[in-house]
Each structure stands twice: as structure tokens, then as C-alpha cells.
């Protein structure tokens, strides 16, 4: 747990939100989340090279640095002072290692960034390792391992989510600090190649690590547009179905919240090659938006749990694994 002791809902560790991937996004949208939040800004995938995900990251640290409401991490002193300050800390993550070119010394260039996660794999086989909707699951490379050493080295949390079960076990195997799955739901509820098995998620909380939870309609098998109520209601089932499986010390939340989801929704369409019918047969996506995620505190306490659990969710589980990968 964290030193400082707000009120749950006051402020969030957000594991994984999207703003659009180009350099006219609005980075003041991100205040929609509380203050004293700590939020972890997507600044690529598969498709993004590491001159992409670099001007990426540079143009949101511009952005952040003009506007008062926001504190860049570079070390974990800023978490506690964006809170005292009340600004909404901000770092980075990577979905894919495609962006590091294929050389591990660009984990420490992305370091200096600001990212803090990366995961492997994003959806299909890479050089590190297979995607979750590989029909064939070989795991993580040579290479994947000698990235998870990278990762640990420097600092940067290892994460499973949109890689396959097997790489994502084997992650697990292979790092020495906690790893995560930054914005993964269960498929022991809803059966989805996205959603991450049981066996996955014992052996991420066995590693001291913790599963963030998505708003995402497709991945909480509700999806309908009009349905924000029955989405919010699934958030919170994944959130009590985690800490059944594997205790209150290793969930959390990554909602995936995607700040211009038309365009999202558009390069899913176009891009078959990335994301299959799993993603698109449900039509588009739907997510939970930052002011709905606030309100899963209030649909936990309804169903019995007390404010040190929901704070544990909230922000305390993320913040201790922090503490332990951070800190390489
Ligand atoms: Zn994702």
C-alpha cells in the first residue's frame, strides 16, 4: 500500500489507456481521470517502429511537460509527489517489442522515455514469442527470454497480455521480479483468445505480480452500445472472479480506454492481419470509459468489500509491484 491514504476513489493506477497513436492527439483528454492517478499511455504496437513509438513519446512528454495537471514519471518519488500535488502522473508502455528494431539496448532507450511495461507479443508471433491468436503456440523465443532479462535489468515490468498462453506462462518461468498482464480479463468467464487462462493468471500472481482488468466490451462478453451499465457490472465480475482465483494482493486495473475509438475501431477494420474475427464479429468495440471505471469501487463495496480491498485494486497492488520491478 501506499504511504498516502486517500479515499479509493480518488485516485487510480490505470495500467493501460490509448490515446490515438499520432501527433496530433489531444493529451488533455487524459483529465478525465482523476487527480493523483497514475496512468500508463500506450506509445505503440506491432506496427510502430522504434522511430515511431520515440517521436510518439517525445510529443506526449512536450505535451505533459506544458500542462500543469500532468507529472512525467521518471523515478517512483513522482508518483507520490504528482499525488501531493494532485497532477495525474504519466508513463509509457509498448504493446509489442517490434518497436525496439530488434536490439535490446533500446529497452534502456525507451527507459529514458518513460515507458515502464512492455509486452512481447502483440497478437500474432514475433521474433520474442507467439500472440494469443496464434493457432499454433510455440512460447517465447531465445530472444523473448533475453528481452525478459532486459526488462528486468532496466526496470521495466514484463507484461503477458496479448501474447499467447504458452508464452505467457513462460514468462513467468523466466522473470525474476513480479510480472504482470497489464489489461487482461479471465476466460475461465468469458470464453475469448484475448483472455487469459487460470494457469496463466496463478502463475503471474506467483511471481508477486498482478492482472489488470479491461472495460473492454468484447473481452467482458458485453458489447452491446447501449449496454455501459452490463459492462460496468462484468468489470467488476472479473475484478471478484481474480481475487477469487488468486487473492485480493494481485489484481487490479488496465481499462484500455481508448480516447478516439472511432479511429480505433476504423484501423481494426483495415488491418485484418492484426486482429481477426475474434475482435470483429461483435461489431465495434465498446469500452468502459474513465468515469465508469471510477464507479467499479462503488459496485464492490455494494457486493461486500471493504475500502483496504478496493484500495488494494484500486492502486495498491500495481504500486507494490512497482516498487519491486522499478527499482532494477
Ligand atoms: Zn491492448
Redesign the pocket.
Known sequence: MSGLRPSPSRWLWEQ?C?LPLHCRADISELARYPAGSYLSI?IG?SPQSKADSTRLAEYFRWNASADSRFRLVTGRDDLAVARADERIALAFDL?DSGPLDGDLANVEHFHALGVRSL?PT?NHVNAAGCGCLDADDTGLTAYGRDLVRELNAVGVFVDG??CSVRTGLDLAATTQRPMIY??SNFAGLWSHP?NITDDQARACADTGGVIGI?G?GIFLGRNDPHDGAGRLAAMADHVEYGIDLVGIDHVGIGS?YSFDHVDFNHEMQQNPGAFSAAYTMFGPLQWVPPEDTLRVWDVLAERGFDDAAIAAVAHGNFDRAARQVWTA
Open positions: 493501460h490509448c500506450n504496437y504493446e509486452l502483440y497480455s496479448h497489464s489489461h484475448r479491461n473492454v484500455d
